[in-house]
């Protein structure tokens, strides 16, 4: 069964809303202890607001092309494609 655009947005957004906050989370704990800065909540919320919408975009987008199936093929090929050239 085919999702409709509204469907695949809704799960993209949940996904994408969960997705954000354990960013902001993890963004809080990680870049002390990796890189040695303490970012302020601010600035927290505003990489995690940039890194997630670039991901929403992204699942919105896959989604879409999954769904309608259009990427199967190019997906199936794609190996058949490499191992063609590298062996000839």
């Known amino acids: 069964m085919k999702q409709s655009k ?3 947005l809704m799960e993209s957004v949940v996904n994408i809303v969960i997705g954000l906050f354990v960013s ?3 963004n809080w704990i990680v870049l002390p202890m ?3 800065i303490m ?3 601010a ?3 505003i990489i995690s607001v940039v890194f997630t919408a670039i991901s929403l975009a992204r699942s919105y987008t896959i989604r879409r092309a999954f769904n309608g199936r ?3 093929p190019v997906i ?3 190996p058949r494609d490499i191992w063609w050239r590298i062996t000839t």
């Open 76 to 78: 199936r090929q794609f």
């Open 6 to 8: 509204i469907d695949s």
């Open 70 to 72: 259009a990427l199967w």
């Open 43 to 45: 600035q927290n919320v």
């Open 39 to 41: 970012p302020t909540l």
């Open 24 to 26: 902001t989370i993890a």
């Open 34 to 36: 990796v890189l040695g």
